[in-house]
């Protein structure tokens, strides 16, 4: 109904605004008396405002389902043009489809959120989702990884519980398990619900409830001893935003516990309103105890702010205007009427932003822009501020109001359950005197790796083997009286999946045997550090068949480099000591001869001519030296080969692998090789008639799998194959216990502690060297590389450029010494005026005798008549060519 106000100062429109509570409730008497103040308060600011809100207000009683009713009468009978509603489940949700069709903006202070699209639907308080990244942060910071969560069981928290789930797990949190309590449970109904809570061992809960359910929860909690240091209680804001108002019974049994509460910034307006609603709230209701005010009043007034100012910018006259056609399947109700400001009123609210009591007001997506929460500690009967949480932020200490600025430092010390400091671990390890349950293989390929006996007389399972072992050896290490047992598992398909997924599902306390570490099982489970090797193998047969298996050791270019350079030596040595050394003189083929054997007796250092010169000495000496590192590079190789010869896999061969394992997959990823090629075996006896067959007969050429099993493979056929490469494609072994378990990293510092110590490699030589293996276990498989050219490439350049230098000195010196003799003898012959001798040629090894008179030239025994003279040649010392005698006749 639009109503005019006169008077003598100003004409108001009335606009008629209903108001659905229950005012039993402390919530619905808080949010009523806010409401009324706010009115007040905005028009005493805003006189000059032409519009005016007419609260029409219905009181459900306690009866919650009365707000069906109530909505139709305010829509039809007041013709209100929006409607409020401070407390709101999703049972009444129902409104928000009723006011869409009425065009009637439906405004909650409820955190309940409605996850159906109604577009006069608004929230105008902080939606409870938004508190799960927080909850998220606090685990984390913590490095709680596991999680019992507790709901309050009604329709909207069913709602969240996907929602809360894909945010845990986008934080590696991980719910184990998801427990409903109805708001009518009673004592034993909850008592049985927290007691199996307890055999799950996760030790860190959430509540999301009522303040009364919770307060319920906590009551039997403390009765189960359950509120003590072993766990951590963390509540979200729809219990501690209304837990300052219990009694202090409720807060002895909540002692420790850590919770989330909406963060309504301090500000000098927020504390003189609260001390003005103190006093008229007493003053309206004298009958009543005040126990403060709650952030739902904060809230709605905020809310009744917004609307007004909506209503003023709207600024459209007001008629109501019935619907033609229109009208609910309901019996004897008449067609709804419909708002015709609602569409403009909705768009204002939505674009409206101003600062409030609660902070910034500002809606996106329908809901209020609020996600600032306080992390509340309850210590004696009121709850310690220990930081926040901010989006922005994350967690902290402090954040300044109305900015994104906060304080770089953590979250102060919490006192846990119990008055603890400590943080809990996350994880009950003994519970109530149990055994601790360890599931172990007892059809492992390996019985070196897990055995097991069965005593037939006390039909008692005993196990042993290289895993058992340093499970034993580590737990024992462990600074906790843990009883444990050995639970056998049977593993009929041979994998080891079915053993972890009963980890999983806490069917068992931890898993041990071998169990390979992968990413998939590391998605469910936590692992140890690996206490074996990582990697896989390759494994071949030992077999060197091949006619010219001596010439692999070097390249063919490399065997032609040295050919070559083993006739250049013999041709450099030949040429310097030919002119001189009657060994390297004679016929051709003679000499050439010489040449080959001296090249090729080189090689042993046999050859048996005799050196005159010293430029072919330093030759030989740097060939002997390029020699030695030939024959000793061939030798290392040769002998590595003998070990092992390298296999050069082909896709035509077929590789063999375990049936069971996890290697399959890394061979056709990694090595590129087809299924078809594949073939699968079970046993080591299985792996060692393939390799004996071969490809060619039905075999394998290869066995790829897992390191520790390819040594115990080894120890028992030590003469036969051997590993001929290995990648660390896999991460080895680990024990598996559920996410979340403090056992993981106390496990893991052990067994890093043993391998340090050298108690591990002591247990690994127990039982992976029950047989002699020729592979050391410390060691990796040898390789075998050809030499090529570019491994001595720079050697054979120093001794070319050496060989270069030997020959250009003797050229060099020869030159020198032919010319020097005959120059003089010219010099000589010339000063006496006696002979011209020209075109003689003399050897530098000769003495010169020239005799005046009747003589001739000899030269050895031959002798050339000059007239009245004659020139004697005789040998003398290289390099010396003085005249031994001239005489005159």
């Given at each position: 109904?639009?109503?005019?106000?006169?008077?003598?100062?100003?004409?108001?429109?009335?606009?008629?605004?209903?108001?659905i509570?229950?005012?039993?409730?402390?919530?619905?008497?808080?949010?009523?008396?806010?409401?009324?103040?706010?009115?007040?308060?905005?028009?005493?600011?805003?006189?000059?405002?032409?519009?005016?809100?007419?609260?029409?207000?219905?009181d459900?009683?306690?009866?919650?389902?009365?707000?069906?009713?109530?909505?139709?009468?305010?829509?039809?009978?007041?013709?209100?043009?929006?409607?409020?509603?401070?407390?709101?489940?999703?049972?009444?949700?129902?409104?928000?489809?009723?006011?869409?069709?009425?065009?009637?903006?439906?405004?909650?202070?409820?955190?309940?959120?409605?996850?159906?699209?109604?577009?006069?639907?608004?929230?105008?308080?902080?939606?409870?989702?938004?508190?799960?990244?927080?909850?998220?942060?606090l685990?984390?910071?913590?490095?709680?990884?596991?999680?019992?969560?507790?709901?309050?069981?009604?329709?909207?928290?069913?709602q969240?519980?996907?929602?809360l789930?894909?945010?845990?797990?986008?934080?590696?949190?991980?719910?184990?398990?998801?427990?409903?309590?109805?708001?009518?449970?009673?004592?034993d109904?909850?008592?049985?619900?927290?007691?199996?809570?307890?055999?799950?061992?996760t030790?860190?809960?959430?509540?999301?409830?009522?303040?009364?359910?919770?307060s319920?929860?906590?009551?039997?909690?403390?009765?189960?001893?359950?509120?003590?240091?072993?766990?951590?209680?963390?509540?979200?804001?729809?219990?501690?935003?209304?837990?300052d108002?219990q009694?202090?019974?409720?807060?002895?049994?909540?002692?420790?516990?850590?919770?989330?509460?909406?963060?309504?910034?301090?500000?000098?307006?927020?504390?003189?309103?609260?001390?003005?609603?103190?006093?008229?709230?007493?003053?309206?209701?004298?009958d009543?105890?005040?126990?403060?005010?709650?952030?739902?009043?904060i809230?709605?007034?905020d809310?009744?702010?917004?609307?007004?100012?909506?209503?003023?910018?709207?600024?459209?006259?007001?008629?109501?205007?019935?619907?033609?056609?229109?009208g609910?399947?309901?019996?004897?109700?008449?067609?709804?009427?419909?708002?015709?400001?609602?569409?403009?009123?909705?768009?204002?609210?939505?674009?409206?932003?101003?600062?409030?009591?609660?902070?910034?007001?500002?809606?996106?997506?329908?809901?209020l822009?609020h996600?600032t929460?306080?992390?509340?500690?309850?210590?004696?009967?009121?709850?310690?501020r220990?930081?926040?949480?901010?989006?922005?932020?994350?967690?902290?200490?402090?954040?300044?109001?109305?900015?994104d600025?906060?304080?770089s430092?953590?979250?102060?010390?919490?006192?846990?359950?119990?008055?603890?400091k400590?943080?809990?671990?996350?994880?009950?390890?003994?519970?109530?005197?149990?055994?601790?349950?360890?599931?172990?293989?007892?059809?492992?390929?390996?019985?070196?790796?897990?055995?097991?006996?069965?005593?037939?007389?006390?039909?008692e399972?005993?196990?042993?083997?290289?895993?058992?072992?340093?499970?034993?050896?580590?737990?024992?290490?462990?600074?906790?009286?843990?009883?444990?047992?050995?639970?056998?598992?049977?593993?009929?398909?041979?994998?080891?999946?079915?053993?972890?997924?009963?980890?999983?599902l806490?069917?068992?306390?931890?898993?041990v045997?071998?169990?390979?570490i992968?990413?998939?099982?590391?998605?469910?489970l936590d692992?140890?550090?690996?206490?074996?090797?990582l990697g896989?193998?390759?494994?071949?047969?030992?077999?060197?068949?091949?006619p010219?298996f001596?010439?692999?050791?070097?390249?063919?270019?490399?065997?032609?480099?040295?050919?070559?350079?083993?006739?250049?030596?013999?041709?450099?040595?030949?040429?310097?000591?030919?002119?001189?050394n009657?060994?390297?003189?004679?016929?051709?083929?003679?000499?050439?001869?010489?040449?080959?054997?001296?090249?090729?007796?080189?090689?042993?250092?046999?050859?048996?001519?005799?050196?005159?010169?010293?430029l072919?000495?330093?030759?030989?000496?740097?060939?002997?030296?390029?020699?030695?590192?030939?024959?000793?590079?061939?030798?290392?190789?040769?002998?590595?080969?003998?070990?092992?010869?390298?296999?050069?896999?082909?896709?035509?061969?077929?590789?063999?692998?375990?049936?069971?394992?996890?290697v399959?997959?890394l061979?056709?990823?990694?090595?590129?090789f087809?299924?078809?090629?594949?073939?699968?075996?079970?046993t080591?006896?299985?792996?060692?008639?393939?390799?004996?067959?071969?490809?060619?007969?039905?075999g394998?050429?290869?066995?790829?799998?897992?390191?520790?099993?390819?040594?115990?493979?080894?120890?028992?056929?030590?003469?036969?194959?051997?590993?001929?490469?290995?990648?660390?494609?896999?991460?080895?072994f680990?024990?598996?216990?559920?996410?979340?378990?403090?056992?993981?990293?106390e496990?893991?510092?052990?067994?890093?502690?043993?391998?340090?110590?050298?108690?591990?490699?002591?247990?690994?030589?127990?039982?992976?060297?029950?047989?002699?293996?020729?592979?050391?276990?410390?060691?990796?498989?040898?390789?075998?590389?050809?030499?090529d050219?570019n491994?001595?490439?720079?050697l054979?350049?120093?001794?070319?450029?050496?060989?270069?230098?030997?020959?250009?000195?003797?050229?060099?010196?020869?030159?020198r010494?032919?010319?020097s003799?005959?120059?003089?003898?010219?010099?000589?012959?010339?000063?006496?005026?006696?002979?011209?001798?020209?075109?003689l040629?003399f050897?530098?090894?000769c003495?010169?005798?020239?005799?005046?008179?009747?003589?001739?030239?000899?030269?050895?025994?031959?002798?050339?008549?000059?007239?009245?003279?004659s020139?004697?040649?005789?040998?003398?010392?290289?390099?010396?060519?003085?005249?031994?005698?001239?005489?005159?006749?």
């Open positions: 109904m639009y109503v005019f106000t006169t008077s003598l100062e100003a004409v108001f429109s009335t606009i008629k605004i209903g108001l509570l229950d005012s039993k409730s402390w919530v619905g008497q808080v949010v009523l008396s806010c409401i009324t103040m706010a009115i007040s308060d905005f028009y005493m600011l805003n006189g000059q405002y032409k519009t005016r809100i007419a609260l029409e207000t219905r459900l009683s306690g009866e919650p389902l009365h707000s069906i009713a109530a909505a139709f009468d305010l829509l039809e009978n007041a013709e209100a043009h929006a409607i409020i509603i401070p407390e709101m489940s999703s049972e009444e949700l129902f409104l928000a489809a009723l006011c869409d069709k009425a065009n009637v903006p439906l405004l909650s202070v409820s955190s309940i959120s409605s996850f159906n699209e109604h577009p006069y639907f608004l929230q105008l308080a902080q939606d409870e989702t938004t508190q799960f990244n927080s909850v998220a942060a685990l984390g910071a913590f490095k709680w990884r596991t999680v019992v969560f507790i709901y309050e069981d009604t329709a909207d928290t069913r969240i519980l996907s929602h789930h894909n945010t845990f797990r986008d934080n590696d949190v991980d719910t184990v398990h998801d427990i409903g309590i109805t708001l009518r449970a009673k004592d109904q909850i008592i049985k619900k927290l007691h199996n809570l307890r055999t799950m061992r030790s860190i809960i959430i509540v999301h409830a009522s303040v009364y359910l919770a319920q929860i906590f009551k039997n909690a403390k009765m189960l001893e359950m509120m003590s240091g072993n766990f951590a209680w963390i509540v979200n804001s729809k219990t501690m935003n209304l837990l108002f009694d202090s019974a409720v807060f002895e049994t909540i002692q420790g516990l850590v919770g989330l509460k909406s963060c309504i910034p301090a500000s000098s307006k927020l504390r003189d309103f609260t001390l003005r609603w103190r006093r008229e709230f007493q003053l309206s209701q004298i009543l105890e005040i126990r403060g005010l709650n952030v739902f009043g809230w709605a007034y809310a009744i702010w917004a609307l007004a100012e909506a209503i003023e910018r709207a600024s459209v006259d007001i008629f109501p205007n019935r619907g033609e056609g229109f609910l399947n309901l019996t004897a109700l008449a067609p709804i009427r419909v708002s015709n400001i609602g569409s403009a009123l909705l768009s204002k609210i939505r674009s409206i932003k101003f600062t409030g009591l609660g902070g910034e007001f500002q809606l996106r997506n329908a809901k822009v996600e929460y306080e992390i509340v500690n309850v210590i004696g009967n009121l709850g310690k220990v930081g926040f949480w901010k989006p922005a932020c994350g967690l902290t200490k402090e954040i300044y109001p109305f900015t600025s906060c304080s430092n953590s979250p102060e010390n919490i006192i846990w359950p119990g008055f603890y400590t943080a809990p671990k996350g994880w009950l390890v003994q519970v109530d005197g149990k055994r601790f349950k360890i599931g172990i293989p007892v059809n492992s390929r390996f019985h070196e790796l897990v055995g097991s006996h069965n005593d037939e007389q006390t039909n399972t005993t196990f042993s083997g290289f895993c058992a072992d340093v499970f034993r050896t580590a737990i024992e290490r462990l600074h906790r009286n843990i009883v444990y047992e050995f639970i056998p598992f049977y593993n009929h398909n041979g994998s080891y999946s079915d053993l972890v997924y009963q980890v999983y806490q069917a068992f306390d931890a898993a045997g071998d169990i390979t992968t990413s998939n099982r590391s998605q469910y692992f140890t550090l690996p206490y074996t090797e896989v193998g390759m494994v071949a047969r030992v077999d060197n068949k091949d010219w001596f010439l692999k050791p070097l390249s063919v270019d490399l065997w032609i480099m040295s050919a070559g350079f083993f006739i250049l030596t013999g041709f450099i040595v030949w040429f310097i000591e030919h002119p001189t009657e060994e390297f003189q004679g016929s051709v083929a003679w000499q050439i001869g010489t040449i080959v054997w001296f090249a090729a007796s080189s090689l042993v250092y046999a050859h048996r001519e005799n050196l005159r010169s010293n072919s000495r330093f030759v030989v000496g740097v060939w002997f030296f390029i020699v030695l590192i030939l024959t000793s590079s061939y030798t290392a190789n040769l002998s590595s080969l003998l070990t092992v010869e390298r296999i050069r896999l082909t896709k035509n061969d077929y590789i063999g692998y375990s049936a069971n394992s996890v399959k997959g061979i056709v990823n990694n090595l590129n087809q299924d078809n090629r594949l073939k699968s075996y079970k080591p006896e299985e792996y060692d008639r393939a390799l004996r067959e071969g490809s060619k007969n039905g394998v050429n290869a066995i790829i799998e897992e390191i520790p099993y390819l040594k115990l493979f080894l120890a028992v056929y030590p003469h036969e194959y051997t590993m001929i490469d290995s990648s660390e494609t896999t991460n080895g680990g024990f598996a216990f559920p996410k979340g378990s403090p056992l993981v990293q496990m893991s510092s052990e067994i890093a502690k043993l391998r340090e110590e050298g108690i591990l490699l002591e247990i690994e030589k127990k039982w992976f060297r029950s047989q002699s293996s020729p592979l050391s276990l410390d060691t990796e498989p040898p390789t075998m590389k050809t030499l050219i491994s001595f490439s720079r054979f350049l120093i001794y070319a450029i050496c060989e270069l230098v030997a020959l250009l000195l003797f050229l060099v010196f020869l030159l010494e032919k010319t003799i005959k120059n003089y003898i010219i010099r000589k012959l010339a000063g006496g005026k006696l002979l011209l001798v020209s075109g040629k050897s530098p090894d003495h010169v005798n020239i005799q005046f008179g009747p003589a001739c030239v000899q030269i050895g025994t031959t002798s050339i008549q000059l007239g009245m003279a020139v004697q040649l005789r040998p003398a010392s290289p390099f010396r060519s003085d005249l031994h005698q001239i005489r005159h006749s």
